[in-house]
T-cell receptor
Framework: NAGVTQTPKFQVLKTGQSMTLQCAQD?????MYWYRQDPGMGLRLIYY???????DKGEVPNGYNVSRLNKREFSLRLESAAPSQTSVYFC??????????????FGPGTRLTVL | AQSVTQPDIHITVSEGASLELRCNYS??????LFWYVQSPGQGLQLLLK??????LVQGIKGFEAEFKRSQSSFNLRKPSVHWSDAAEYFC????????????FGAGTTVTVRA
C-alpha cells in the first residue's frame, strides 16, 4: 500500500516549457487535491476533484490545468511555465463519506524550479 | 471566507521542554480543525483533528490540542519535546463537507535545541 505517489520528485524547467505532474493514490479515495507550498504562505489549493469526473478551481488556479484520469490518478499540467510557478507541489486524497471531514493524505511532493 | 492564522513563524524550544503552537481561525460556525506536521523534505502527516465533542483532543506522537470557541483557537501542545519533533506544523480549517477543501495556515517551524 503505497498511499499517494507523485512523479517526478524534482524538475527544472525553462520559462515557457510545459510539463505534467503525476499523482496516483491506491486508497480508493474519491477526492483528490493539488496544492502548492511557498515559504511563509502555507499550502494553497490549486485545483481539486471532489469525485471522479469532476474538477474545480481552488485558490490559485491560474496557469494550471488538471485531469482526473480515473479514480486513482489526478494530474496537474503547466502549459507555459513561469518563474512564479517555482514551488513545491503536493497531491493529496481523501475519502468521501458524506458526513465527516475526512483526513487528507499527502504525497511526498514535487520540487519544481522554473528558470 | 474562512482564514487561519498561525502567529508564530518560528519557535525554538529545548529538548524536554513543553511546546505550544497557536492557531486562530476566522469562521462563523465551528469549523473542522486539523493539525498536520511536515518533516524536512517530506509530505504532510495528520497529527490530530477536531470535529465536535470533547474540546481536548489527543493525537499521535504525544500531541494534544484544545478547541476554544470563545477565542476561535485550536492550539497544539506537547508536554515534553523530543529532537525528532523538529518540523513544520500546519493548522488547517475545513468548512464544507461536500468537497473537503482545507485552508492552511502559513505554518510554524519548530527548532529543538539539545
Amino acid at each position: 500500500n503505497a498511499g499517494v505517489t507523485q512523479t517526478p520528485k524534482f524538475q527544472v524547467l525553462k520559462t515557457g516549457q510545459s510539463m505534467t505532474l503525476q499523482c496516483a493514490q491506491d486508497m480508493n479515495h474519491n477526492s483528490m487535491y493539488w496544492y502548492r507550498q511557498d515559504p511563509g504562505m502555507g499550502l494553497r489549493l490549486i485545483y481539486y476533484s471532489a469525485s471522479e469526473g469532476t474538477t474545480d478551481k481552488g485558490e490559485v488556479p491560474n496557469g494550471y490545468n488538471v485531469s482526473r484520469l480515473n479514480k486513482r490518478e489526478f494530474s496537474l499540467r503547466l502549459e507555459s511555465a513561469a518563474p512564479s510557478q517555482t514551488s513545491v507541489y503536493f497531491c493529496a486524497s481523501s475519502e468521501y463519506s458524506g458526513r465527516f471531514y475526512n483526513e487528507q493524505f499527502f504525497g511526498p511532493g514535487t520540487r519544481l524550479t522554473v528558470l | 471566507a474562512q482564514s487561519v492564522t498561525q502567529p508564530d513563524i518560528h519557535i525554538t524550544v529545548s529538548e524536554g521542554a513543553s511546546l505550544e503552537l497557536r492557531c486562530n481561525y476566522s469562521y462563523g460556525a465551528t469549523p473542522y480543525l486539523f493539525w498536520y506536521v511536515q518533516s524536512p523534505g517530506q509530505g504532510l502527516q495528520l497529527l490530530l483533528k477536531y470535529f465536535s465533542g470533547d474540546t481536548l483532543v489527543q493525537g499521535i506522537k504525544g500531541f494534544e490540542a484544545e478547541f476554544k470557541r470563545s477565542q476561535s483557537s485550536f492550539n497544539l501542545r506537547k508536554p515534553s519535546v523530543h529532537w525528532s519533533d523538529a518540523a513544520e506544523y500546519f493548522c488547517a480549517v475545513g468548512i464544507s463537507s461536500n468537497d473537503y477543501k482545507l485552508s492552511f495556515g502559513a505554518g510554524t517551524t519548530v527548532t529543538v535545541r539539545a
